[in-house]
C-alpha cells in the first residue's frame, strides 16, 4: 500500500462536543438512524467512539460525555482528545438559557485546543432543540440564545479566520439534523444546492409536496413545498427510514396522507459504489397526471443526478478524494462534461428569463385589455371584432 492510499484510508475524525445533556447522542443516533434508542440513552460516559461511512469517506465519529468531569478531563490532557479534529460540531441546548454562560466558556476553551492540536478544522454549531412549533414568544428567547453566543465566541473565530456554519435542529424535525450532518460532508454546499434545485424543479414540474435524495443513512438533497409540509414529513420519516433500511428494492410507501415512490440507483465511482434514493411524495388528492409515468420519470431523473454526482465540485476539489475517486474519471471527459452542464445551466436560464418577460408583457396586454374594454360603455358587434384584432395584433 502506497503512503497516498494509507493517507486516504484513514478516517476523518469528527466530534461532537457541549454540555451534558445539550442532546449529543441524540443527535448521533438521529444519523444512524437509530430512532428506538432516544429513550433508553443515558448520560454518555467518557468519549463513545462510532465508525461510519458516507461517500467513500471513513469517519470516526467522538461523541464526548459534557458532564463537567469529563470535561474537566479532556481539557487537562489536550493531546489526547483535540488532535486531528476535521470536523468540530458543537451543540448549544437552545432551551436551556441557564447554562448558556458556560456553554460559551466551555466552547472557548474547546475552540482554543482544537485550534492549537488540529489543521484546517471546520466548526458547525447546533443551536439544538429547536422544536417543531415552538411558540412565537419562546423562539424570540432561542435567538437572543443565539444571539449571545455568537456575541461572546464569533471574535475569537474570527482571530483563526474560522467561519462557523449555524443551524437549528431537533430530534422532533429529523431531517434538520440529518441535512446539517450530510452537508458538511459532501465537501461544499454548491453541490449540495445544485442538488436541491435538481429535486425542486422535478417536483414542481409535477406540483409534488416533496422530495429527498439519501445516500445510506444521510441526505444529499431535498425539496418540500411549504414548512408544513417539512413539519408533517418529519413526523413520519423515522419509520420510513427504518423501512427503508428493511427492504431490498422499495416499493410504494404510505407515508400517512401522501403516498412515496422510491427510485433506487446506484453510481460506480472508481471501485466505489453507491447506492442512493431518491423519494418523492404524492398527495392522492392532487396526483400529477402522468402518475403511471412517474416510476420511469424518476428513473431519467436519477441518471440526470447521476451526471451531476460524478461532475460534483466535491470530488475535483479533492475534498471527498480517495485516489480511486479522484483516478476513476478522465479528466477530460470530467471537463467535457462540466462545460455541457454549464451550458445547460446558462440556458435554462435564459429560457426562465424569457419566460418571465413574455408572461409580464401579456399581463400588461392584459390590463390594457381590461382598461379598453372599461372605457367602451356599448359594444356592437362590429367593435368587438375589433377588439380581437387589436389584442391579436398586440400579441404579435
Ligand atoms: N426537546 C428536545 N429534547 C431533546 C432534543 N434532543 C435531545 N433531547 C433530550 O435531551 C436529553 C439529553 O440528550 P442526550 O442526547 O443524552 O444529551 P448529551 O448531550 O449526549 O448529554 P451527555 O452525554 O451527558 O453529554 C434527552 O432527554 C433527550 O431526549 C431535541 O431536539 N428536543
Ligand atoms: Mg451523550
Redesign the pocket.
Known amino acids: 500500500m502506497n503512503p497516498t492510499e494509507t493517507r486516504s484510508r484513514q478516517p476523518q475524525k469528527m466530534v461532537l462536543m457541549?454540555?451534558?445533556?445539550?442532546?449529543?447522542?441524540?443527535?448521533l443516533k438521529t444519523i444512524l438512524n437509530e430512532f428506538d434508542s432516544?429513550a433508553s440513552?443515558l448520560?454518555?460516559t467518557g468519549v463513545e467512539r462510532t465508525r461510519m461511512e458516507f461517500f467513500g469517506r471513513e469517519l470516526s465519529i467522538w461523541?464526548?460525555?459534557?458532564?463537567i468531569d469529563y470535561r474537566k478531563m479532556y481539557l487537562s490532557r489536550p493531546i489526547m482528545y483535540f488532535q486531528g479534529i476535521k470536523y468540530l460540531y458543537y451543540?448549544i441546548d437552545a432551551?436551556d438559557d441557564a447554562k448558556i454562560p458556560e456553554s460559551i466558556e466551555y466552547f472557548l476553551k474547546v475552540f482554543e485546543n482544537t485550534i492549537e492540536f488540529s489543521d484546517d478544522v471546520k466548526v458547525y454549531l447546533f443551536f439544538?432543540?429547536i422544536?417543531p412549533k415552538t411558540p412565537k414568544n419562546v423562539a424570540v428567547k432561542y435567538t437572543g440564545i443565539e444571539e449571545n453566543f455568537l456575541v461572546a465566541t464569533l471574535p475569537e473565530m474570527k482571530r483563526h479566520k474560522i467561519e462557523p456554519v449555524i443551524f437549528h435542529?431537533?430530534?422532533?424535525n429529523p431531517m434538520t439534523v440529518i441535512s446539517a450532518f450530510s452537508r458538511p460532508l459532501l465537501g461544499n454546499q454548491t453541490i449540495y444546492e445544485t442538488l436541491c434545485e435538481a429535486v425542486d424543479s422535478f417536483c414542481w414540474e409535477r406540483e409534488l409536496p416533496f422530495g429527498i435524495i439519501f445516500l445510506d443513512t444521510l441526505e444529499i438533497g431535498s425539496y418540500y413545498a411549504n414548512s408544513k409540509v417539512f413539519d408533517y414529513v418529519n413526523t413520519k420519516i423515522a419509520k420510513y427510514l427504518d423501512w427503508l433500511d428493511d427492504v431490498e428494492e422499495p416499493p410504494e410507501y404510505k407515508m400517512g396522507k401522501f403516498d412515496v415512490t422510491t427510485k433506487q440507483f446506484t453510481i460506480l465511482i472508481g471501485e466505489n459504489e453507491f447506492t442512493f434514493n431518491l423519494m418523492v411524495g404524492v398527495d392522492p388528492l392532487n396526483a400529477p397526471d402522468e402518475i403511471d409515468e412517474l416510476f420511469t420519470s424518476m428513473g431519467e431523473f436519477s441518471d440526470g443526478l447521476e451526471k451531476i454526482l460524478l461532475n460534483a465540485e466535491i470530488i475535483r476539489s479533492g475534498e471527498l478524494r480517495t485516489e480511486n475517486l479522484f483516478n476513476s474519471i478522465d479528466p477530460e471527459e470530467r471537463r467535457r462534461q462540466l462545460d455541457e452542464l454549464d451550458e445547460l445551466a446558462e440556458l435554462e436560464e435564459e429560457d426562465r428569463f424569457k419566460l418571465a418577460e413574455k408572461e409580464r408583457e401579456l399581463e400588461i396586454l392584459d390590463e390594457q385589455y381590461v382598461k379598453m374594454k372599461e372605457k367602451m360603455p356599448e359594444e356592437s358587434e362590429d367593435s368587438e371584432d375589433d377588439d380581437e384584432v387589436d389584442f391579436d395584433d398586440l400579441d404579435e
Open positions: 457541549g454540555m451534558g445533556n445539550a442532546g449529543k447522542s441524540s443527535i432516544f440513552l448520560p454518555t461523541d464526548f460525555g459534557g458532564q451543540v432551551q439544538h432543540k422544536d435542529t431537533s430530534i422532533f
